[in-house]
C-alpha cells in the first residue's frame, strides 16, 4: 500500500495565514491575497508558523499537485514581500502612438493610424505607469499583474498585416524580475 506524504511551507514573520474550507489567506500590512485551491486528494493545514499540505493516498499526481500548490502559496509570500513587476516596451516605427492610463483602463491612441483607439482592462490591485516608451505593471498578486501585462500586449495584436513589417505594438521585455 502507499504511504502519504507532507510538505510544510513556513510562513514568514510579517505575514499572517488563514486556512479553512480549501481557501489559503495571506496577509502583510494593507495587502491580501486569497486563493481557492480545489485539488482532490490534498488537504491545508496550518500548524504554528508553517501551512502543511498533506496527501493521504501518496500518489505521483499528488505529488505533483503538492509541488503545483506549494510554487503557488511561495508566490503569494513573494508578492506580500516583495511585490511583482512586468516591463513593457511601446514600439512604434509607422506612426506615433500615445499611451494614457485612466482609472482602470490602459489607452492607446494612433495605433497604426486607427482613428478610434485601443483600450486594455487594468485588474484590480494593480498599478500601471507609463514613462517615456516603457509601460510598467506592478502589484502583489502575480496572477493579476500578468494578466494584465497580457491584456496590454494583446490590445495592440496586430491582424491583416504582415507582423514582420509592421511590428508595432506593446511588448513585454520582463516578467516578475526576469530579463526575457
Same mark, same amino acid.
Given at each position: ?12 514573520? %510579517? ?11 495571506? $496577509? ?34 499528488? $505529488?505533483?499537485?503538492? %509541488?503545483?500548490? $506549494? ?11 516583495? %511585490?511583482?513587476?512586468? $516591463? ?57 499583474? %500578468? ?34
Amino acid at each position: 500500500m502507499k504511504k502519504g506524504f507532507e510538505e510544510k511551507i513556513e510562513i514568514p514573520e %510579517g505575514i499572517s495565514a488563514e486556512v479553512g474550507n480549501r481557501i489559503i489567506r495571506m $496577509k502583510a500590512d494593507e495587502k491580501e491575497i486569497s486563493k481557492r485551491i480545489i485539488v482532490p486528494g490534498l488537504n491545508f493545514k496550518k500548524e504554528e508558523n508553517n501551512i502543511v499540505i498533506e496527501s493521504k493516498r501518496g500518489t505521483k499526481r499528488d $505529488k505533483t499537485m503538492v %509541488g503545483t500548490v $506549494k510554487a503557488h502559496i511561495k508566490n503569494m509570500i513573494t508578492g506580500l514581500k516583495d %511585490g511583482f513587476e512586468y $516591463k513593457l516596451k511601446i514600439c512604434s516605427s509607422h506612426f506615433p502612438m500615445s499611451v494614457n492610463v485612466e482609472n482602470n483602463l490602459v489607452t492607446i491612441k494612433n495605433f497604426l493610424g486607427e482613428k478610434i483607439p485601443r483600450k486594455a482592462k487594468i485588474l484590480e490591485g494593480v498599478n500601471v505607469s507609463v514613462s517615456g516608451d516603457e509601460i510598467i505593471v506592478n502589484g502583489h498578486n502575480i496572477e493579476d499583474v %500578468g494578466q494584465t501585462a497580457a491584456n496590454i500586449e494583446q490590445a495592440c495584436r496586430i491582424n491583416k498585416r504582415d507582423r514582420r513589417r509592421f511590428q508595432d505594438g506593446c511588448y513585454i521585455t520582463s516578467k516578475a524580475g526576469k530579463e526575457i
